[in-house]
């Protein structure tokens, strides 16, 4: 009967919903809405061809599309999916059992650390030094370090000015920082294809909000063009931020 409606059914609905919600919220991350948008169309169409009408010749070609259809949208959005899982594996409750098991404890990095990354992005700023510095969280960022020159040094403000130096052969690159050391610099980002990002904002930007929509990195930009200081965290900007502004961000919980 259509009015015996339980508990365990408004639960299914909630988390249909809640997936509809988070697999619309990647693909507009990624650029890709329209896609998301064709998707649910085509799923309107099977299920009103299939289940409303059950015109049987139809139906069955649409059958065929759809199983078809789910491999092809794991190869097309592997990226999404691969991003979705280590959210999912990363998520503070996640991580506690993770360390159950492996007996690894989580290393934040602290203010002590956080100092010395606020006084070069400072100092750079004064100067007009671009720079990009991404401090790795909860998922790590391997990947990203394997596209840069290893460095496994300790966080010091001298290092990070030389690094980002003008006539730096790594100044071009973004500088991750992990586990309280700088584990490497001259790395390449994902760059975001996010259409709302202001014109003004160049490549730099680009990049930080590319790897803050990938992972839960805070990425701190500094402007070679304006000296402003920025920082992109969970695919959102803080734009025109002040020392104080930006130890609070950087140093906030990150669980």
């Known amino acids: 009967m259509f009015f015996d409606f339980s508990l365990k059914d408004f639960i299914d609905i909630l988390l249909v919903a809640f997936l509809l919600y988070y697999t619309y919220k990647l693909m507009k991350a990624s650029g890709s809405i329209n896609v998301f948008a064709g998707i649910l169309v085509f799923i309107l169409i099977w299920l009103v061809v299939s289940q409303v009408l059950e015109m049987k010749l ?54 002590e650390d956080i100092m010395p990354i606020v006084m070069a992005c400072l100092s750079m700023s004064k100067q007009k030094v671009g720079a990009l510095i991404v401090i790795e969280h909860s998922m790590p960022l391997d990947d990203v370090v394997r596209t840069g020159e290893l460095i496994d040094a300790n966080i010091n403000q001298r290092l990070i000015e030389n690094i980002f130096f003008k006539n730096s052969p790594l100044h071009d690159g973004a500088m991750v920082v992990s586990k309280k050391r700088i584990k490497a610099a001259g790395c390449i980002l994902p760059v975001s294809h996010n259409l709302d990002i202001p014109k003004e904002l160049g490549l730099r930007h680009r990049a930080a909000l590319g790897i803050s929509q990938a992972s839960d990195a805070h990425a701190v930009i500094v402007s070679e063009e304006t000296g402003g200081i920025s920082v992109a965290y969970k695919g959102q900007f803080h734009l025109h931020l002040t020392a104080e502004e930006l130890e609070s961000l950087l140093t906030q919980d990150n669980g």
Not at 65 to 89: H, K, M, N, P, Y
Request: aromatic content about 10%; hydrophobic content about 45%.
């Open 58 to 111: 139809l139906g069955s070609i649409f059958d065929k599309l759809v199983s078809v259809g789910v491999l092809a949208l794991i190869v097309l959005f592997q990226e999404e999916i691969r991003r979705f899982l280590l959210t999912l594996g990363s998520h503070r409750h996640a991580n506690v059992l993770v360390r159950f098991f492996t007996g690894n404890k989580q290393e934040k990095t602290g203010h």
